[in-house]
C-alpha cells in the first residue's frame, strides 16, 4: 500500500503533505483531550507491533502479496486518537529510516494509512461505545470485518490520488486495485480480529496490566528478528496493479535510508540482515513512540 516516489506527480502531493498534516495536528488536540488516554508505554508497544506486522507480506493469489495494514487493530486498542499517531510514526519510520515509500509521497502515505485506514476503526469504536457490551470474540469479529473495509477504503483513496495526479485513470485503475485488496483484506480481517482477541486490555483470561505491554512489544520483537525473514517476496498489490497497468515508475534518486530495503548494510547475511533491521526498527519505533507518548499525558502502564 505504500505509494513510491515519482508515482505521484503535480499538486497532488503538497495537497495530501497539508491533509496529511492537518490530520495528524487533530489527531494531537484529540489525543491530548480525550480522558480514555491508553498507557504510555502500551501505546508505543503497539506501534512498534504495527511496524512488525507491516513487514510480514503474505501470498495471495496471482503472483502478488499483501501485508498488515493495521489502522483498525491500532484503534481498536488504543482509540482513534492514539491509532492516527501510532500508524503517522510508523509510516514516517518507514520512509526516512527503511525507504518505504518516499518523502515526496509522504503525505499521500500518512492520508491512506494513518486517516482512512483508521477511519473505520475509529468509527466501529463510536459504534460499540453506545451500545451494551459484546463478548470479546464478538468484538473481533466486528473489527476484523472493519479492518477488510479498512484496506478497501485506502485503496480507494490511492486510486483518487493516482486519477488526480494524471498517472493513471480512475476508471482503469479502480477494478484492478479493489479485486486485489479485496483478497488482501481478507488476511486483513482475520489478523485484525485474531490479534484483538488476544491483545484486547480485557483479555480472555481478564487479565489486565504489564500483560497488555509485554505481549504486544515481544510479538513484536519476535516477528521483525524471527519471521520477517520468511516474509513473501512477491510483489503487493500496488506494485502489482501498477505493473500490469504499466504505470510503475523507474528506478531513480530516492532520498538516502540508513536501513534502504529493510537490511543493514553492514551485515553480510541477508538474512540476518533483515531480521536485525526489522528488529532495529520496532526499537526505533518504541523509543520514539515514547517520546511522541510523554507530552500527551497518557496513563504511566
Same mark, same amino acid.
Given at each position: 500500500?505504500?505509494?513510491?516516489?515519482?508515482?505521484?506527480?503535480?499538486?497532488?502531493?503538497?495537497? *495530501?503533505?497539508? /491533509?496529511?498534516?492537518?490530520?495528524? *495536528?487533530?489527531?494531537?488536540?484529540?489525543?491530548?483531550?480525550?480522558?480514555?488516554?491508553?498507557?504510555?508505554?502500551?501505546?508505543?508497544?503497539?506501534?512498534?507491533?504495527?511496524f512488525a506486522g507491516q513487514m510480514m507480506n503474505f501470498p495471495i493469489t496471482d503472483g502478488t502479496s499483501?501485508?498488515?495494514?493495521?489502522?483498525?487493530?491500532?484503534?481498536? +486498542?488504543?482509540? =482513534?486518537?492514539?491509532?492516527? %499517531?501510532?500508524?503517522?510514526?510508523?509510516?514516517?519510520?518507514?520512509?526516512? /529510516?527503511?525507504?518505504?515509500?518516499?518523502?515526496?509521497?509522504?503525505?499521500?502515505?500518512?492520508?491512506?494509512?494513518?486517516?482512512?485506514?483508521?477511519?473505520?476503526?475509529?468509527?466501529?469504536?463510536?459504534?460499540? &461505545?453506545?451500545?451494551?457490551?459484546?463478548?470479546? %470474540?464478538?468484538?473481533?469479529? +466486528?473489527? @476484523?470485518?472493519?479492518?477488510?473495509?479498512?484496506?478497501?477504503?485506502?485503496?480507494? =483513496?490511492?486510486?483518487?490520488?493516482?486519477?488526480?495526479?494524471? *498517472?493513471?485513470?480512475?476508471?482503469?485503475? *479502480?477494478?484492478?486495485?479493489?479485486?486485489?485488496?479485496?483478497?488482501? @483484506?481478507?488476511?486483513?480481517?482475520?489478523?485484525?480480529?485474531? =490479534?484483538?482477541?488476544?491483545?484486547?486490555?480485557?483479555?480472555?483470561?481478564?487479565?489486565?496490566?504489564?500483560?497488555?505491554?509485554?505481549?504486544?512489544? &515481544?510479538a513484536a520483537c519476535a516477528i521483525a528478528f524471527l519471521l520477517s525473514p520468511l516474509a513473501s517476496g %512477491?510483489?503487493?498489490?500496488?506494485?502489482?496493479?501498477?505493473?500490469?497497468?504499466?504505470?510503475?515508475?523507474?528506478?531513480?534518486?530516492?532520498?538516502?535510508?540508513?536501513?534502504?530495503?529493510?537490511?543493514?548494510?553492514?551485515?553480510?547475511?541477508?538474512?540476518?540482515?533483515?531480521?536485525?533491521?526489522?528488529?532495529?526498527?520496532?526499537?526505533l519505533t518504541f523509543a520514539l513512540a515514547l517520546l511522541v507518548a510523554r507530552p500527551l499525558k497518557p496513563?504511566?502502564?
Open positions: 500500500m505504500h505509494i513510491p516516489d515519482q508515482m505521484l506527480q503535480g499538486a497532488v502531493c503538497p495537497l *495530501t503533505a497539508v /491533509v496529511g498534516l492537518l490530520g495528524v *495536528t487533530a489527531a494531537v488536540v484529540a489525543a491530548a483531550r480525550t480522558s480514555n488516554k491508553p498507557g504510555m508505554t502500551r501505546f508505543a508497544a503497539v506501534a512498534a507491533l504495527i499483501g501485508h498488515l495494514l493495521g489502522g483498525v487493530l491500532a484503534a481498536s +486498542l488504543l482509540g =482513534a486518537p492514539f491509532a492516527v %499517531l501510532a500508524m503517522s510514526l510508523v509510516v514516517a519510520v518507514q520512509a526516512l /529510516v527503511f525507504g518505504d515509500g518516499g518523502l515526496t509521497v509522504l503525505g499521500a502515505n500518512l492520508v491512506n494509512m494513518a486517516l482512512v485506514g483508521v477511519a473505520a476503526g475509529g468509527m466501529l469504536n463510536s459504534v460499540l &461505545s453506545r451500545r451494551p457490551a459484546l463478548s470479546l %470474540l464478538r468484538q473481533g469479529l +466486528l473489527y @476484523g470485518v472493519a479492518g477488510w473495509l479498512s484496506v478497501m477504503m485506502a485503496s480507494l =483513496a490511492v486510486c483518487v490520488e493516482l486519477a488526480a495526479a494524471g *498517472t493513471v485513470a480512475w476508471g482503469t485503475v *479502480t477494478g484492478a486495485m479493489l479485486g486485489v485488496h479485496g483478497l488482501i @483484506g481478507v488476511g486483513e480481517g482475520l489478523i485484525t480480529a485474531a =490479534a484483538f482477541v488476544l491483545l484486547a486490555p480485557r483479555s480472555v483470561q481478564g487479565m489486565i496490566g504489564r500483560r497488555t505491554v509485554t505481549l504486544p512489544l &515481544s %512477491l510483489p503487493d498489490g500496488l506494485e502489482k496493479v501498477a505493473a500490469s497497468l504499466r504505470f510503475l515508475p523507474a528506478e531513480g534518486m530516492s532520498l538516502w535510508a540508513p536501513l534502504a530495503g529493510y537490511q543493514v548494510p553492514i551485515i553480510g547475511h541477508q538474512v540476518l540482515a533483515t531480521g536485525m533491521a526489522g528488529l532495529c526498527g520496532v526499537l496513563n504511566l502502564g
